[in-house]
């Protein structure tokens, strides 16, 4: 905004032509007050009101430091009601009155009586080349005209037309130019400013109306929005607002309780209400006599659990009561490590304990007898007849595998008469055993060992001895090598006749025909040897063989019309038979096939 300035080309300012005259620089020092009778009588300004020259003149003699803006604070503060006059620099051009806008409104200024009865003359000679002030003013521009509005009229106070629709600050005014007090009427009408006459010397305004100026409103009122500012919260809706969040936390709290009651509770009792499952009633336990369970029940009480310790070794293995007398049949090999002066106990299917005694054994066979005394209510196991069992028949074993006592497995007959062997631990052949056995699938483990292999009837038919391992061939369970199916049990008629041989004498006696064999012949049949052990000849002058004919070198390929295709296996069919029975032997000799007949020996056991 440019008040008092040319608008006309205006020249730079240094190429100013000065004759006769040296420029001025703004003073250092302040600039003082001329004396009111030498003051000049001020240029005439034309076009321009009496009354604004008057106001501008008075605005400029009540300023002080003859430079716009004083001394560089917001707004200057007048030090007395009567300021002195100040010697103002000469103007280019006639000074023209600021437009006025509504945007920024500014209230008539009062003159100084001084001012009305004095002429001013400016310092310096118009500005020909109308240089405006860029920079700092140099001293041919006039200074700036300050504005100094106040913040509200007084009462009574005329308002110019174009502020008659709001006082500044969003309150509005009366129609027609009237100021409308707050809490009180509206104000008459005043004439237009040409209408009224030309004001004589006033009275000098308070120093309460020249306040700090506020291009933006008035004070302590936003300039569009009247009210507490924008952001700002009174403090009831503080409060409410303060209650609320409290109420929230508190609410959050509270559910947060009673979900974790409710989640504790849930977890320890199962849910809100009992969960009761269904379930059948307690039956009567029975079960038929023929199943597994109606077998296991019947066959249990009369086995036991041995566990034997020796010098050296010790082992654990099963048995079955023979008598109640307190005769129990197991395998040699299960006794074998107590040795002569070992310890056996032996435990029944309910837990009572007793100590056992080795009443005899037989290694050929694999099968010894332990005795028990001073327990009374035994139940011996019924025997049945291995002759009877057929391929397919159901069979149930019971043990200890592992030492896990009273374990029930089941399976079928697999296969039967399965020449196999034992032992030879010993590397003389002395502590080998043949059996002519019974295969079966039921599992049978280490520690099945001497327990019984019984029918559907709960009789014994077999005892378990052996089983094939997947690494190590046919073996006695007193490896550590798992079942996989393959079980062997001796069949209890030959049980039957040895432990009754070892109950009534100790020992037990072998069948045998007087010949040796060639263990190491690799062809089809078992073949006699040349010669027998420590020089004795291979066939026993005057036993059964020799009498039924049978010489050095011949092999024998049948026995009861079956087929025998190695030495082990013909010791296996011979010894499941009893001394003096007969057999039908079939054998080559001189690439031509004889068959003769004869009746077994018998030969003590070890």
Request: no cysteine; aromatic share 2%; charged share 15%.
């Amino acid at each position: 905004m440019e008040d008092g300035m040319s608008t006309g080309p205006k020249a730079k300012w240094w190429s100013r032509p000065t004759p006769g005259r040296t420029a001025r620089t703004t003073p250092d020092g302040p600039v003082h007050a001329a004396d009111p009778a030498d003051t000049p009588p001020a240029p005439e300004v034309r076009g321009v009101p009496d009354e604004a020259r008057t106001a501008d003149a008075a605005s400029a003699a009540g300023d002080g430091t003859g430079v716009a803006g004083g001394t560089g604070e917001a707004g200057p503060q007048l030090r007395s009601a009567t300021p002195e006059p100040v010697a103002l620099p000469p103007t280019s051009v006639p000074a023209e009155p600021a437009p006025s806008t509504p945007s920024s409104p500014q209230a008539e200024p009062v003159p100084s009586p001084a001012a009305a009865t004095r002429p001013m003359t400016p310092l310096h000679e118009p500005d020909p080349y109308s240089t405006p002030p860029y920079g700092e003013p140099g001293p041919w521009a006039p200074a700036p005209p300050v504005q100094r509005p106040v913040p509200t009229p007084a009462h009574g106070t005329v308002v110019p037309p174009q502020y008659a629709g709001t006082d500044g600050a969003g309150i509005h005014a009366a129609p027609g130019g009237r100021f409308t007090p707050p809490g009180g009427p509206a104000l008459p009408p005043q004439p237009p400013l040409d209408a009224r006459p030309v004001p004589g010397p006033i009275e000098p305004a308070p120093p309460a109306q020249w306040v700090q100026y506020d291009p933006w409103g008035a004070p302590h009122r936003p300039l569009t929005h009247p009210g507490p500012p924008l952001g700002a919260e009174t403090g009831r809706r503080k409060n409410r607002r303060g209650s609320l969040l409290v109420g929230a936390v508190l609410l959050a709290l509270v559910a947060g309780g009673i979900g974790g009651g409710i989640g504790s509770y849930i977890e320890r009792n199962g849910g809100l209400t009992r969960v009761e499952l269904p379930q059948a009633g307690r039956s009567g336990g029975g079960r038929a006599p023929d199943s597994v369970a109606g077998i296991a029940a019947s066959a249990l009480p009369s086995v036991v659990t041995l566990h034997v310790s020796g010098a050296t070794e010790g082992g654990t293995g099963t048995g079955f009561v023979l008598d109640r007398a307190g005769h129990i049949l197991t395998n040699n090999h299960v006794v074998a490590p107590a040795g002569p002066s070992g310890r056996i106990t032996v435990t029944f299917s309910g837990g009572e304990t007793a100590s056992g005694e080795i009443v005899g054994k037989d290694s050929g066979y694999d099968l010894a007898v332990v005795k028990v005394t001073g327990v009374s209510g035994l139940k011996p196991l019924p025997l049945g007849n291995s002759d009877n069992v057929q391929v397919g028949d159901p069979v149930v074993a019971i043990g200890a595998p592992f030492d896990l006592s009273n374990t029930v497995t089941s399976g079928i007959i697999s296969a039967k008469d399965r020449p196999i062997t034992a032992g030879g631990e010993k590397g003389d052949g002395s502590d080998i055993s043949y059996v002519d056995a019974l295969q079966t699938d039921a599992p049978i483990n280490p520690g099945n060992s001497g327990g019984p292999l019984v029918d559907t009837d709960a009789h014994v038919i077999g005892i378990n001895s052996a089983i094939r391992a997947a690494d190590s061939g046919s073996s006695s369970e007193g490896g550590q090598s798992g079942s996989i199916g393959l079980g062997f049990a001796i069949p209890i008629n030959q049980g039957k006749r040895v432990a009754e041989e070892l109950i009534n004498t100790g020992k037990a006696t072998h069948p045998v025909i007087g010949v040796t064999l060639d263990m190491k012949y690799t062809g089809d049949g078992a073949k006699v040897g040349a010669k027998g052990a420590d020089g004795k000849p291979a066939v026993t002058p005057g036993g059964p063989g020799a009498e039924a004919g049978i010489r050095p070198g011949d092999v024998i390929t049948e026995v009861d019309g079956r087929r025998v295709h190695s030495g082990e296996e013909l010791i296996v069919k011979i010894r499941a038979h009893r001394p003096g029975d007969r057999l039908d032997l079939g054998l080559t000799r001189g690439g031509k096939d004889l068959s003769i007949s004869l009746t077994l020996g018998s030969a003590t056991g070890g």
